[in-house]
């Protein structure tokens, strides 16, 4: 291990928002050429982004294992630490790989050399990785004991925070300010409390290590514009990934680590905890809770607090140039262990153990005997295993890929290759089911940028970046679909600011927007929140739109006010409804004629002296239309209240009154016993039919008198049968104004004509035989009929071949049912629900 020294090393340590990597990047840029080395793709990309825009595309690289840019005349380039295309004295890179010089190298998060599965490639950069004019390692203060005892040369300087960061205590997620990171460590975490913010505060922007650039991209941008004011993020926001982020909240305080359940160390909460404040402006960290093993300590507190983080006692160490000359010999240089005292051996790591695992077959055996194979084989080891496969999965990968690297021109089939990229791309699927073929899209991405595995990178490299920027702008719109919530956000942003502060947009359709952003509709007066909205979101919606809608549900009930007797109707169940919408039912009044009005509850919107004007409007509509349509019954109520007709008379109509003006006879029968044949006389006239078995008015059989005689009984809760449809005259089911006779409903009116046509026919009490003419005109059956006449006061028999004849007996006879219940006092008509007719 020898140290490898051609420039002075500059170490600048320091705790979070000290600015150390960018007065590295600046420190670059003022050289001829230079190398960066980040812990993530996502900070390379993000620092790259920065650099193009001072320096230009055509002079700056971008190299990650899934992502290469480098123009021809790149003088500046920028990496993650496993991809820096170094030039040092020690070493012979893999075909394939980059080297230069260059005037700057940076590496930026060193503490993590002592991170047990990638610790190793950081601690060979900082062994190793120098520019020829300046070398720069960023860390934590926890390096510098590292530092004295592997870099003695480096110039430690120590760089203080730009502002105060201080613990704000635990707080439930509804209670977070604004501008809040929540960090989790498992995607399953970060998805439950991402949605969780969404159903509370409107929505969260979402950023993990494992998204794409574009897509972290897309997702921090909401955040920055101010469209969602939280972000659920995992420990990969305490790798330098800039934000405003004002308060860091801690979901928990335990991660799995690749091998265990652990608790996170006051280094990694500090690193985690430092990403709340920018520049000069303070910052708050604290947890979820106050107590148990998601509550920070009182000693963690004052440490991250005062910036005092542990000194590393090691970093983890694999040998950067391992031996090719055999298999046997790459795998025993790779567990060489280190000399060095604060150097421990780093643990198997993943392409380790996949190598391992390959040179247990026999076929890689017999490849891998010349020192080039044995060189492939270990590079097509460290293809990373980004869908988090496990070993033996990932192994069975890789050997597939060695099996092609390793015969014929050593390249990959050109159609599995193209075959895999046409099976990812789809951009149906669930969060879940995209981020994992991006994960998938990754290893492809990761094969088509190595140089000498397809037989045409270049083109392969750009359909894989195609197919990833497509899963990420179906990743991004997933996301946001599922975890922000624009119309809850827009309200929320403006809870608290007046009324006419809220721009209502009424669409002409009735639709209520916001910001473009569809609340609902309004329905009448009944604001009705968009079905697609979330139950838990509806209450919110419900309350925002309301309080903001008063000024057009005034117009609307002004509009009602004024409304014409056209845009009024009678709807189902006693309601009144203006156009398609129901403003009023009608309830029991004083008498059948004369209901009572209540609004609809949706009218509740209107203030008091608007609802009684649309009151008064309605029962004036009410008022006429009764009239108009049933003016038999208006004369029935003004004879029962004329203080000048017979008292005989004045029950009588009464009682028919509040029947609906049709009832069975027998019902009547003591105030019909008790009317002179003038009164009589004076009941035809008014168009009122005392028939044999009812009393009715035949106005009121038709269609139109029928629904509303139908609504004001239904108005003082009875339950009317199915209108008969237009021009019925026999049913096989009850309706109102009609009679039941046998198995048959026979309408009213025409029992009554064959009752006439029957006296006529008859001489006395002599047998005659009727004309069943009318009858079998009318639909009546032969048993029917039969029945009818003996409920008409006939008996019929037999006279030897003689058709029937039927004899008068006197009177009419009950029909033979169930015995009709007594009456109740004060009510003479207790027998109707009996006699099938419409309850009035």
């Known amino acids: 291990m020898t140290q490898f020294a051609r420039s002075p090393v500059t170490a600048v340590l320091g705790p979070t928002n000290t600015g150390k ?60 630490v496993e991809s820096m295309p170094l030039l040092t004295d020690a070493r012979a890179k893999a075909p394939g790989a980059l080297e ?88 399953e975490e970060v998805y439950a409390v991402a949605e969780a913010i969404r159903r509370m505060r409107g929505g969260a922007a979402v950023v993990m290590g494992a998204l794409s650039p574009r897509t972290r991209n897309a997702q921090v941008a909401m955040f920055q514009a101010g469209e969602v004011d939280y972000l659920v993020a995992t420990d990969a926001i305490g790798m330098g990934l800039n934000m405003d982020v004002a308060h860091v909240a801690f979901a928990g305080l335990h991660k799995f680590d690749g091998h265990r359940r652990r608790r996170l160390t006051v280094a990694e909460m500090a690193q985690i905890a430092g990403r709340a404040g920018r520049h000069q402006r303070d910052g708050t960290f604290g947890a979820l809770v106050d107590e148990g093993p998601g509550a ?15 000194p590393l006692s090691h970093l983890y160490w694999r040998e950067g140039t391992p031996d090719f000359a055999s298999i046997e010999a790459l795998v025993a240089s790779l567990e060489r262990r280190p000399s060095h005292e604060l150097l421990r051996a780093a643990p198997e790591a ?60 050593g390249h990959l089939p050109h159609q599995w290759f193209a075959d895999e990229i046409a099976r990812l791309d789809r951009l149906d699927g669930d969060v879940e089911t995209l981020a994992g073929r991006i994960a998938a899209a990754r290893s492809w991405a990761y094969i088509a940028h190595r140089s000498d595995w397809l037989e045409d990178p270049a083109h392969w490299a750009g359909r894989t970046r195609e197919l990833e920027e497509r899963l990420s702008d179906a990743l991004h719109a997933s996301l946001t679909q599922r975890f922000v919530d624009k119309r809850t956000t827009v309200l929320l942003r403006q809870i608290g600011a007046g009324a006419g502060h809220l721009p209502v947009v009424i669409g002409d ?23 697609e909205a979330r139950a838990a979101d509806k209450r919110l919606l419900l309350s925002a739109a309301e309080k903001r809608l008063a000024g ?65 409007r309605v029962e004036r509509w009410i008022e006429g239309q009764v009239a108009r349509h049933v003016p038999a019954l208006v004369a029935l109520d003004r004879a029962s209240r004329d203080p000048a007709a017979p008292g005989p008379l004045r029950a009588f109509v009464a009682a028919l009154s509040d029947a609906g003006g049709l009832a069975p006879r027998e019902a009547l ?42 609504a004001l009984a239904a108005a003082r809760g009875r339950n009317p049968a199915e209108p008969a449809p237009p021009g019925a005259t026999v049913l096989p089911r009850p309706a109102p104004g009609f009679r039941r006779v046998g198995g048959q409903f026979v309408r009213v009116d025409l029992v009554e004509r064959i009752a006439r046509a029957a006296h006529d026919a008859r001489e006395g009490r002599k047998p005659f035989v009727p004309d069943p003419a009318l009858a079998t005109s009318i639909g009546l059956s032969p048993e029917t009929f039969a029945r009818l006449m003996a409920m008409l ?41 009996e006699l099938d007719f419409g309850r009035g």
């Open 21 to 80: 990597t960018h007065l590295a990047v600046e420190r670059m840029m003022g050289h001829a050429s230079g190398i960066m080395g980040f812990p993530l793709r996502l900070l390379a990309r993000e620092v790259y982004d920065r650099v193009v825009k001072v320096k230009g595309e055509h002079q700056v690289a971008l190299v990650t294992g899934e992502e290469r840019i480098v123009p021809p005349q790149a003088r500046w380039f920028l990496c993650t």
């Open 350 to 409: 993943v392409d380790l153990a996949v190598l391992k695992k390959l040179v247990e077959e026999d076929w890689v055996r017999q490849r891998a005997r010349h020192p080039m194979i044995v060189r492939r084989l270990w590079a097509a080891c460290g293809l990373p295993d980004f869908r988090k496969l496990g070993v033996d999965p990932h192994a069975r990968f890789v050997g597939r890929v060695f099996k092609h690297l390793s015969e014929g021109r």
């Open 552 to 616: 057009e549900f005034a117009r609307r009930g002004t509009a009602l006010v004024d409304a014409e007797d056209a845009a009024l109707s009678l709807g189902e169940g006693a309601t009144i409804r203006w156009g398609d919408h129901v403003v009023a039912r009608l309830v029991p009044g004083p008498v059948l004629t004369r209901p009572q009005v209540v609004l609809d509850r949706a009218l509740d919107c209107l203030d008091l002296a608007l609802r009684d004007k649309v009151r008064a």
């Open 100 to 187: 230069r010089e260059a005037a700057f190298v940076g590496i930026d998060e060193a503490q993590l050399g002592a991170d047990p599965e990638r610790g190793h490639v950081f601690t060979d950069r900082l062994l190793h990785a120098r520019g020829y004019a300046e070398t720069m390692i960023l860390g934590s203060n926890s390096l510098r004991p590292m530092l004295a005892g592997l870099v003695p040369d480096a110039e430690v300087i120590g760089r203080p925070r730009f502002s105060t960061l201080s613990y704000a205590g635990a707080r439930k997620l509804s209670r977070l300010p604004k501008r809040s990171a929540i960090v989790a460590f498992s995607a």
């Open 669 to 710: 029968a003591a105030s019909i016993d008790l009317l002179d044949p003038g009164l009589r006389r004076w009941l035809r006239r008014a168009g009122i039919v005392l028939g044999t078995l009812d009393v009715f008015d035949p106005r009121l059989l038709k269609p139109e008198p029928t629904r509303w005689r139908d």
């Open 793 to 833: 006061g006939f008996r019929h028999g037999t006279r030897g071949d003689e058709p029937p004849a039927w004899t008068w007996r006197g009177r009419p006879r009950r029909r033979e049912a169930a015995p009709v219940a007594a009456p109740r006092p004060g009510n003479a008509f207790g027998a109707l629900a």
């Open 296 to 310: 920070f300590t009182p000693e963690e507190v004052l440490a991250i607090e005062g910036h005092k983080v542990p």
């Open 509 to 531: 359709q009735g639709e209520v927007m916001v910001e473009e952003h569809e609340l609902g509709r309004i329905d009448g007066f009944r604001f009705r929140v968009a079905p």
